[in-house]
């Protein structure tokens, strides 16, 4: 049986769920399971084209929000902290006004990921240009950004876990 670490993504959701991952470790079938469920991956392999894709989403969704000045992935973000991408805000005084700029960061682990989690990350991040807090309103902004926002969660801490336990990236 796989043990209560290397479950350490995973650790707020219900046992019954656990007891399924669990077996699929046990089984060798984890990684098997993902590529089943995401075969391929995303084409965003550029800053450039990261802050397009995640542009295009704000328009969307969020066109009144404040301006994302800068996208990129990054490969200082630490995923053992169970962050997989970052938003931060920095303001400045210039000239007698105050300037705000909005980064994001996703990890580089995600350059290699499929479509459907780049999206859940990113919309994650873009949500905070709302909701600053991880409460109901966030999820329900998540939600209705990414209408499969919680199972693609969950699957992208599968994948986390498949990393942890010294399995390969998938769609490298």
Request: overall charge positive; aromatic content about 10%; charged content about 30%.
């Amino acid at each position: 049986m796989s043990s209560p670490a290397h479950l350490k993504y995973l650790g707020a959701y219900p046992e019954h769920l656990l007891v399924q991952v669990r077996r699929l470790i046990d089984d060798g079938r984890l990684a098997d399971h993902l590529r089943q469920r995401y075969p391929d991956a995303h084409a965003i392999r550029t800053d450039k084209a990261l802050y397009g894709y995640v542009q295009d989403l704000k328009d969307e969704y969020l066109r009144n929000a404040d301006p994302v000045t800068k996208v990129e992935y990054d490969s200082k973000i630490a995923i053992v902290q169970q962050a997989l991408g970052l938003h931060t805000q920095i303001s400045r005084v210039q000239g007698g006004k105050l300037k705000a700029k909005r980064e994001i960061r996703i990890g580089t682990v995600f350059r290699d990921a499929p479509p459907a989690f780049l999206r859940m990350i990113a919309v994650h991040e873009l949500a905070h240009l709302k909701e600053k807090e991880h409460d109901k309103a966030f999820y329900k902004l998540c939600c209705w950004m990414e209408p499969d926002y919680h199972q693609l969660e969950f699957d992208v801490r599968l994948y986390l876990t498949q990393l942890e336990l010294g399995g390969d990236r998938l769609w490298a």
